[in-house]
């Protein structure tokens, strides 16, 4: 069984071509710049990498023409028509209170997404647009939507509300979603695995630390708390994102430097984090690090704040679940960074979580799959490096979604 996993940004279209029995990435890549003078095509294979500067991608369903055309292409492509496409899994950001489980798309739940928008003004209108570009291409192949917020739904109402008047919550739905879902959710399960471990004995935290990243208590199998909230924006320190701070802060920059609610949302969104901090010098982890180990003053404040944010959440999440089994690292800082993890897990001795020097400065190479244990053989609480693959769980959900429909 064929699967096509789309994720359609503002700007982009990234896509992978899965065969579910195997589970084999047949191809793999992203169409960017759309709309802009000229967008740029990225294709892999396991034979071949391609990369192209198509004309005319103005839209979403241009830019999933350019991926069918180079997928049934008669020299480069995997298949030999698209009629090979049983079915279409969307990363969709946000499903909002009502979609708490990945979904077949019909009319029900693509006016749900609609009105989801004003919770995700930046990614639900390109998800959606993904969606209906699909259903003019294959219009027979079903979709199924795997949503990011959807995983946190088990969050109890007490972790959810904000201590606000009640009325914001009754007309906005004003409250914690959570983000990264499908991250949280496959890594915490491959620990499971790893563990040779039932999920639903285990108390694992996750933290998925990308460009965007958060923390989640995973316990048995359920998400119970995480960092992100009503935004991306909470919890950890990121890129360019501030993470946790006094809320009174946007009211103190809009009375002392006039800014308007944009403003603030671009400080507080774009300007920020490790961009923030370094007065727009670094964003990316890896030339933090760099300086790091010249002994930079800097880059050391930078990364030190960032690894104490990640433990802080991890004494929180404890405290949530009672206890901890393991901690698992993903995303590009997470699955890459030896300093980053030595940094908040050293100082977790107290909690029976001994970290392996050794384990942990193994290079886990990234796109392979490669995955491991980085605490002591014994340690009480065990730490780990898993890859996420958001892409393959979409896979898993939409083929399962589709054969229990056909079973009806
Ligand atoms: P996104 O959230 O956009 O999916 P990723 O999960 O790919 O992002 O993570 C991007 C982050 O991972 C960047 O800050 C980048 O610096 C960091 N990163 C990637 N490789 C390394 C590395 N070898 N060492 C440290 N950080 C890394």
Redesign the pocket.
Do not use: K, Q, W
């Given at each position: 069984m064929n699967i096509l996993v789309l994720n359609c940004g503002s700007s982009s279209v990234k896509f992978q071509l899965l065969d579910m029995t195997t589970e084999r990435v047949l191809a793999k890549g992203i169409v960017e710049r759309i709309g802009a003078v000229q967008a740029r095509f990225k294709y892999e294979t396991e034979e071949k990498r391609i990369e192209k500067e198509p004309p005319d991608v103005h839209d979403h369903a241009e830019a999933i023409g350019v991926i069918l055309d180079q997928l049934t292409d008669a020299q480069e492509g995997v298949l030999g028509s698209v009629e090979e496409i049983e079915a279409v899994g969307h990363r969709v950001v946000h499903g909002g209170e009502h979609l708490s489980e990945s979904m077949l798309i019909d009319d029900r739940v693509h006016k749900v997404l609609e009105e989801c928008i004003p919770l995700a003004p930046l990614h639900n209108p390109a998800n959606i647009s993904g969606i209906d570009a699909t259903s003019r291409a294959l219009p027979h192949v079903p979709q199924v939507g795997v949503f990011d917020t959807a995983f946190h739904q088990t969050i109890p109402r007490m972790a959810f509300l904000y201590a606000l008047p009640a009325w914001l919550y009754e007309k906005y739905r004003l409250r914690r979603y959570g983000f990264h879902g499908t991250s949280h959710r496959y890594v915490s399960q491959r620990c499971a695995e790893l563990l040779g471990a039932p999920i639903g004995e285990l108390k694992i935290i996750t933290c998925?630390?990308?460009?965007?990243?958060s923390v989640t208590a995973v316990n048995g199998g359920k998400s119970e708390d995480t960092s992100m909230g009503f935004t991306p924006l909470s919890g950890l320190m990121m890129?360019s994102r501030c993470g946790d701070i006094d809320p009174a802060i946007p009211v103190f920059l809009m009375k002392n430097e006039g800014f308007s609610p944009g403003r603030v949302d671009n400080l507080l969104n774009r300007r920020s984090g490790?961009k923030g901090l370094s007065s727009d010098k670094y964003?990316?982890?890896?030339?933090?690090?760099e300086q790091y180990f010249k002994n930079d003053p800097l880059c050391t404040e930078i990364i030190e704040m960032y690894a104490y944010r990640v433990r802080k959440y991890i004494g929180a999440y404890t405290a949530v679940m009672s206890g901890v089994d393991a901690v698992v690292f993903?995303?590009?800082?997470?699955?890459?960074?030896s300093?980053?993890r030595g940094l908040v897990c050293s100082p977790l001795g107290y909690l029976g979580l001994e970290l392996g020097r050794k384990l942990n400065s193994y290079a886990f190479k990234?796109g392979s799959g490669d995955e491991g244990m980085i605490t002591k053989e014994g340690s009480k609480v065990s730490a780990w490096v898993i890859p996420?693959n958001e892409e393959l769980l979409i896979a898993r959900d939409t083929k399962d979604i589709v054969l229990a429909v056909a079973a009806r």
């Open positions: 998925h630390l990308g460009n965007g990243a890129g490790i964003i990316d982890m890896r030339d933090v690090e993903t995303g590009g800082i997470g699955e890459n960074s300093v980053v990234p996420t």
